[in-house]
C-alpha cells in the first residue's frame, strides 16, 4: 500500500444517484448492504498515472492496474454482459469492495493480467481489443484473455471464456499497457475444447517498436511459451496473422488466456 495517496470508492446508480461512497489515505473499503440494479457503476478515483489493487466483489480476483487518469469506472454487469463472470458475483444484499494504491512494480511480473477489463474504450490497463469478437457475444470478447482463467478445455459461460477470431482470416486482437514496458515473454493459452476447436498453427507478434516476430503453436491447451529474444520496450502486443490448420473440419480456433510478461520500464 502506497500511504499520502487519496483514494475514493463509489457506488453510483444508472442516473447518479450516489449509493454508497468511502475515502481513505491510500486504503479504501466499502461495504454496501443493498441489491445492485442494471446501469449502477463502481467508481474508483486516486492519482492519475497510478498503480492500484482493485476488487470489485468476493467472487473476483483482485485486479492489479495502472491508472492512467487516476480514474476507474466498471458497470456492475447484468444480462449477457453477466456471463463471463460467476454468476453468483454481484447478488445478495450485502457487498464489499477494496482498493489500494501501489507502489510502482519493482520486479519481473505478468503485465497484461486484468480480471476487470471492460468491453469498449478504457483509460485502466492492462486493456485488451480485437478487430472482430465472434458474433459480438460477451462469451467471447477479448477481455477474456486476460481475466487470469487458464481452464481451457471447453467453451462458453464462466470459467470457459475465451476470444474467437469470427471466421475472419484478418483477424487480430491487441493488449495495451497504457505506457512503456519491457516485454521478455508472451505466453500463450489456447482454448482446447477438441473436437470442437480447431488451432492456429502460426501466428505474428507484433510489438509498438515495430518488432515482428513468427511463432509457431501446437494442438494444446498448455502454456505456450516465446522467449524474446531481448526484452523490448512496447506500449502494446498484437496477434495476427492467425492461420489454423486447414486439415481440421472445425472452424472454431479460439483463445482462452495470453500473457505478456516482464517488468516496468
Not at 468511502?22 to 474508483?44: F, K, M, N, T
Not at 498515472?49 to 466483489?57: P, Y
Not at 505506457?179 to 482446447?192: H, N, T, W, Y
Not at 512496447?234 to 496477434?239: I, K, N, Y
Amino acid at each position: 500500500m502506497k500511504k499520502g495517496t487519496a483514494l475514493e470508492l463509489k457506488i453510483l446508480s444508472a442516473d447518479g444517484t450516489l449509493r454508497h461512497q468511502a475515502q481513505g489515505d491510500g486504503h479504501c473499503e466499502l461495504v454496501w448492504y443493498g441489491s445492485y440494479e442494471p446501469g449502477d457503476r463502481i467508481l474508483i478515483s486516486s492519482a492519475p498515472d497510478s498503480f492500484a489493487r482493485i476488487q470489485v466483489d468476493m467472487l473476483i480476483q483482485q485486479a492489479f492496474v495502472y491508472l492512467q487518469d487516476g480514474t476507474f469506472c466498471f458497470e456492475v454487469p447484468f444480462g449477457n454482459a453477466k456471463e463471463p463472470y460467476p454468476q453468483e458475483a454481484f447478488t445478495g444484499p450485502i457487498h464489499q469492495l477494496t482498493a489500494e494504491v501501489m507502489d510502482t512494480p519493482a520486479g519481473r511480473y505478468i503485465l497484461s493480467e486484468n480480471p476487470l477489463d471492460i468491453r469498449g474504450e478504457s483509460h485502466v490497463f492492462p486493456h485488451c481489443t480485437a478487430s472482430v469478437e465472434t458474433r459480438g457475444e460477451s462469451v467471447f470478447a477479448a477481455r477474456n484473455t486476460i481475466d487470469g482463467l487458464l481452464i481451457t478445455p471447453g467453451h462458453g459461460f464462466w470459467p470457459y471464456t475465451s476470444w474467437g477470431e469470427g471466421e475472419d482470416a484478418g483477424a487480430h486482437i491487441d493488449i495495451f499497457f497504457g505506457r512503456k514496458v519491457l516485454a521478455d515473454e508472451v505466453q500463450i493459452f489456447l482454448r482446447s475444447d477438441f473436437p470442437h476447436d480447431n488451432y492456429w498453427q502460426k501466428a505474428l507478434l507484433t510489438f509498438s517498436d515495430g518488432t515482428a516476430l513468427p511463432i509457431t503453436l501446437e494442438k494444446t491447451g498448455l502454456c505456450q511459451s516465446i522467449i524474446l529474444p531481448e526484452p523490448l520496450e512496447t506500449e502494446w502486443v498484437r496477434l495476427s496473422e492467425l492461420k489454423k490448420d486447414l486439415s481440421d473440419p472445425s472452424p472454431f480456433p479460439a483463445l482462452t488466456q495470453w500473457r505478456v510478461i516482464g517488468r516496468e520500464c
